[in-house]
């Protein structure tokens, strides 16, 4: 499992890099579609780590407009607030409904937070466009690479 992860976080700088050179755009943080790639397979999990960016976002340019935000600030609040927010979710767990169980966990702690930060600075459509894509392109890669379809 392990190498598994240090071959998708490979790719995923990779394939990030490629998008930020050939389309100018950013897939969410160098690290991020290599860990979304991971779990593709629980779409609940990313629905809800993109739920706790785009609610860190929220705060955050919410927050600016009665403090001064910019710059390094900017991006530890960012990090931080998502990391308080997956915090949060991850205390919750699993709500009951129905017969399907609701898991509220997030993918990694500062993932949601290096998302809000592209969400901020090229917008939110774009950013999670271009993670999904770059997150779905390498969960292909790493299907060629080892052979098989990759389990958690």
Known sequence: MENILIVSIGL???VSLLFSEMLGI???GMVVPGYIALSIN???MILTTIA???LTFFIVHSMSAFMIIYGRRRTVLMILVGFLLGWFTRSIGVIPIGKQP?????VGYIIPGLIAIWMDRQ???ETVTALVTSSV???LALILIFGREIGQ
């Open 26 to 28: 950013a897939a969410g």
């Open 52 to 54: 706790v960016s785009f």
């Open 137 to 139: 392109i390498v969960r």
């Open 102 to 106: 609701l898991d509220l966990t997030i």
């Open 123 to 125: 917008g939110v459509l």
């Open 42 to 44: 629980k779409p609940i």
């Open 12 to 14: 995923g700088l990779a």
